[in-house]
């Protein structure tokens, strides 16, 4: 084999001459015999090691990696294998370096026999050195284009944090500092405050933004499959390893929506995970994954340690970099910010002209949003398809009921929700339909308009309203 060196009449006092050739190579030379003892090494490989001859000679390389002296040895895997190993070594020193370690054997046939490992070793902590400032150069030049964009959109109008409280510009300012690290985020908030989408935000202004972003929802991942599905299985007929859905975010973001819900099954291994950058795959090996975690949770870092059963170890984990939302009614200063906001996206997509009445703008900042910021957005968007003008008026919000405005006021639909115990789920959601389908029918006059008000084809609302008209939810010669 050609990475063999094999000396003929090999002369043990040879090796000494050839110790001033040694001296003068740029190389650092170690030499051991086939025990693995060390029997030399130049003045050039203790300038790159940093370490002294007289604490290395006649030491054994197992002894040397069990004392950590050096991360791992080339010799002993060449007296393993028998064959040229190349490796990168690092020192107690804190050097690092290169190694080529090659067997010298004598003799041929069954005369040949190996009698010495010889290592050559060229240093790379300035390499090293280097690769971690540009790394620095670049984490700094990101954080500097992250704040020039930041300052862009606020200038502009076009920033998707929509923050005008105080408490939501904290939110944001956290956010951004958050994109320039790579520990976990916990997001806390009610449901609708956008935790989500901060998430989103903090993966998009990172340098994981060209890797995946994960969403990871317990609720719909049955618990007796979870390990499989996120960490993998072998198959009981092939014996094939399925890679789990965490490999397909290697070098991404994991959004983990109500970190509270996650089964026992799994925390240790995203601890393991989210400590270490390792864990136990279903195949039983040992992986490293590359992820950045964010945790949701309508708990607050205080009710998820005392109202949940997760491991102090994992939530003290999770809680490096901390953001809470408020909901909406406690900041209304965001209140109309974030309305023009939604309505300008559709205004965008439709290529309408859709803005707020006076009236609308107040009864909007005294509503309450129970559903935070998503229940405006969805609001908005049905508003814009049920005006019949350019003008949204709070009758197209739907909230006049909510506000407690006289009954009649509005032709929103009066629904009761009955007890919890005992209700045919199926027939109440058809009663909610079809009182939005008696509204839209009452506005628009036609079934065609209606439908499309509503986001439904022409001929499923005239089935439907046969349906109904039938269960009398509605009356024929209204809807």
């Not at 049955?222 to 198959?235: A, M, N």
């Not at 708990?299 to 997760?310: G, N």
């Amino acid at each position: 084999m050609e990475d063999i060196v094999n000396i003929h009449n090999f002369n043990p006092l040879d090796y000494e001459s050839a110790e001033v050739l040694f001296e003068y190579t740029n190389d650092g030379i170690y030499i051991t015999d086939s025990e693995a003892n060390t029997i030399y090494v130049n003045h050039r490989y203790e300038l790159i090691s940093g370490l002294q001859k007289s604490e290395i000679l006649g030491k054994n390389m197992k002894d040397m990696v069990e004392d950590g002296i050096i991360s791992q040895s080339g010799t002993l895997a060449v007296l393993r294998d028998g064959n040229r190993v190349t490796m990168e070594q690092s020192f107690r020193t804190g050097r690092r370096a290169v190694i080529t370690s090659s067997p010298i054997y004598t003799g041929e046939g069954p005369a040949k026999h190996l009698i010495m490992v010889l290592t050559v070793v060229n240093e790379v902590t300035e390499i090293y050195s280097i690769r971690r400032e540009l790394e620095r150069l670049q984490d700094q030049n990101q954080y500097y284009q992250n704040e020039i964009a930041m300052l862009r959109q606020e200038v502009s109008g076009t920033s998707t944090f929509v923050a005008e409280d105080r408490s939501s510009k904290e939110a944001r300012r956290l956010a951004h500092r958050a994109a320039l690290l790579d520990d976990p985020v916990f997001i806390s908030g009610e449901i609708g405050t956008g935790r989500e989408f901060f998430a989103r935000g903090i993966h998009t202004c990172s340098r994981r933004s060209k890797f995946p972003f994960l969403k990871i929802d317990f609720t719909v991942i049955p618990e007796e499959t979870v390990v499989d599905y996120l960490f993998g299985y072998v198959t009981p007929d092939s014996h094939e390893f399925k890679r789990g859905i965490l490999e397909s975010a290697a070098g991404g973001t994991v959004y983990i929506n109500e970190i509270n819900d996650m089964p026992s099954s799994v925390r240790s291994r995203f601890l393991a995970l989210i400590q270490h950058g390792a864990c136990v795959q279903g195949d039983g090996k040992m992986a490293r994954l590359n992820i950045r975690f964010i945790v949701g949770s309508h708990f607050t870092y205080k009710e998820l340690q005392e109202q949940s059963d997760i491991e102090d170890s994992l939530i003290r984990a999770l809680m490096i970099v901390q953001i809470h939302l408020k909901p909406l009614r406690e900041r209304r200063d965001d209140i109309i910010p974030l309305a023009q906001y939604f309505i300008n996206q559709v205004n965008a997509h439709s290529n309408s002209k859709k803005a707020f009445s006076k009236e609308c703008i107040k009864n909007m900042m005294e509503y309450d949003w129970p559903g935070n910021a998503e229940e405006m957005r969805i609001k908005i968007r049905r508003a814009a398809v049920v005006s019949l003008t350019d003008t949204i008026g709070t009758s197209d919000l739907f909230i006049e009921n909510e506000l407690g405005m006289e009954a009649g006021s509005s032709d929103e639909p009066e629904l009761s929700i009955p007890d919890c115990e005992h209700i045919d789920m199926k027939a109440e959601l058809s009663k909610i339909e079809a009182a939005y389908m008696v509204k839209a029918f009452n506005r628009y006059g036609n079934a065609r308009q209606a439908a499309k008000s509503l986001g439904m084809d022409s001929s499923t609302f005239v089935r439907k309203r046969q349906k109904y008209v039938k269960m009398g939810l509605m009356d024929s010669a209204r809807g």
